[in-house]
């Protein structure tokens, strides 16, 4: 047998179960284990600015391809509580990423040694699991069970913690003959698939609401099968936005009451009938639930039992990994149809696709300062269809959602449930990190943006490119928004002038002197026809540089985004024009018929 430390044995093991990047920050109680990152060879890594930072480009490596698992690594003490916020966000998304940490010597772990926190105890409630690893021959084991875990059943991330005794102790392990423990996840029966088929022919108006968990078991092109068997419309999830184009004739848009469409809500509304495949009814996605459950049936499939009934008591639910749900739908779809047995959905299916061509918001405005709405309309036409946007939350995130278009899966990478500020530009940095070759396009608000603006030296550093497109009104615009409702606006301003960059009135902090000073490129712009222009010339900029290039757009001060005041998807607010002729919305996916 091959004696080893532990700390060696587990990098042999993230080798084994495919890792070959991770994210981190070195420290006295994590050394060990990046002594033997550094021995073994094979894992690639990326130095963070900010450990939290590290946990949300792992989240974005992880989000990009299918099978990919993000590692984040920080010391003892605050590295881990650090690291908090980037779980919580990887769980409420399904997503799996590892986060390991250093501590203190196991004999003074309970004597309040220099950084020693019981962080296990702190991250249980974010994690499927978070352990101390208090013996060293366990740690072969430990981490075996964390990717196995991590990957069965709905995902999710995964905290181990080693002290550093533990970490430099010699134990026996033979990484030749490791293998990963198999994967569970639970599937449906013929007979479950049947009836829920059977649901689906009973109903005139049915709806497919297909969420992050049909894109987490790489099943896009079975839902699209499936949608395309049967005639059904398919409302993609903000978490499932990309898993059939924006413009499939079966794509009726997103429901809800902020990243929604007019013509989704409208669609939806009209319904009789709902299956939803890997979505858990998020309440911003469904508002009210007595709107939006009344006069129709549902269906739920999802990979967690327990989630089945969580938000309301479906009519029938399945306990199914979403591919293997889907699999069986569309092999007895495919029966089904062969034995002319499936109604005849084209008219329906044709409603939909007229409300999308009648029910739009305008985009197409030449104010000065830049409306929010332009932007969007000049990202879609420098964007195509292979661009993979990041985005975390704010007016910015809504009113992207609302008004982008996104054309495969994994290439609207959001952090959905949680929502922090700051998560944007270390996500982007782990999806270019993960896909090199891509277009990797990141939509921030300017405070979002301010957050953790510091990792862009990290895309500088690493030489890791890509564009960040970022909408400056000097605003927390989406509290501003929200305080309407109290009769505020009270704590919500971040303008000043600055005294180093007075022609920026008082739009307060000079992005582009900060993101040069990491290293970056820069571009502002304050004519909405400009706005084209600096969108070539930052993708330019970042394939001659190889850094992050930003593009601040310098936007009205005051805008309010589409949605609901009242959490009612059948009342929500539209504050601009709407769209009455084809030029007011030149980017939509359909014509604007009038």
Known sequence: ??????????????????????????????????????????????????????????????????????????????????????????????????????????????????????????????????????????????????????????PGPVLIDLP????TTEIEFDPETYEPLPVYRPAATRAQIEKAIGLLNAAERPLIVAGGGVINADAADLLVEFAELTGTPVVPTLMGWGLLPDDHELNA???????????????????????????????????????YTAGRKFVHVDVEPTQIGKIFAPDYGIASDAKAALKLLVEVARELKAAGRLPD??????????????????????????????????????FGPETRYVSTIGLSQIAGAQMLHVYRPRHWINC??????????????GVAKADPDAQVVALSGDYDFQFMLEE???????????????????????????QRAFDIDFQVNLEFENINSPELGVYGVDHVKV???????????????????????????????????????????????????????SNVV??????????????AVRTLKV
């Open 253 to 291: 848009g997103m429901v809800g009451l902020q990243t929604s469409h007019r013509y989704g809500n409208a669609t939806f509304l009209e319904s009789d009938f709902v299956l939803g495949i890997g979505n858990r009814w998020a309440n911003r996605h469904t508002g009210k639930l007595d709107v």
């Open 456 to 482: 862009l030296a990290v895309g500088a550093q690493h030489q890791i490119p890509y564009v960040h497109v970022l909408v400056n009104n000097s605003y927390l615009g989406l509290i501003r928004q929200a």
């Open 164 to 167: 550093i005794d533990v970490q």
């Open 345 to 382: 959905r084209s008219a329906w299916a044709a409603s939909a696709q007229e409300r999308k061509a009648t029910l739009q918001r305008r985009t197409h405005f030449d104010d000065i300062p830049i409306k929010p709405q332009r932007v969007y309309e000049e990202m879609n036409k420098a």
């Open 515 to 569: 993101a040069e000073g990491l290293g970056c490129n820069a571009i502002r712009v304050t004519d909405p026809n400009e706005l084209g222009a600096a969108l070539e010339q930052a993708k330019k900029l970042a394939a001659e540089h190889r850094v992050p290039v930003v593009v601040e757009a310098i936007l009205e001060r005051v805008t309010n985004i589409s949605m609901s005041g009242t959490n009612d998807i």
């Open 1 to 154: 047998m091959a004696r080893m430390t532990a700390a060696r044995a587990a990098v042999e093991i993230l080798k084994r179960e495919g890792v070959t990047d991770a994210f981190g920050v070195p420290g006295a109680a994590i050394n060990p284990f990046y002594a033997a990152l550094k021995a073994s060879g094979g894992v690639q890594h990326t130095l963070a600015r900010h450990v939290e930072g590290a946990s949300h480009m792992a989240e974005g490596y992880t989000r990009t391809h299918p099978g990919n698992i993000g590692v984040c690594i920080g010391t003892s003490g605050p590295a881990g509580t650090d690291m908090i916020t980037g779980l919580y966000s990887a769980i409420g998304d399904s997503i799996p990423i590892l986060c390991i940490t250093g501590q203190a010597p196991t004999a003074v772990i309970h004597k309040e040694d220099f950084q020693a926190v019981d962080i296990a105890s702190i991250a249980k409630p974010v994690t499927k699991m978070a352990v101390t690893v208090l013996e060293a021959a366990q740690v072969p084991g430990v981490f075996q069970q964390a990717f196995h875990l991590m990957r069965s059943g709905r």
């Open 574 to 587: 539209e504050f601009e024009e709407l769209a009455t002729e084809p030029g007011h919305a030149p980017t």
């Open 416 to 429: 959905g449930q949680a929502g922090p500020l700051g998560w944007t530009v270390p996500a982007a940095l």
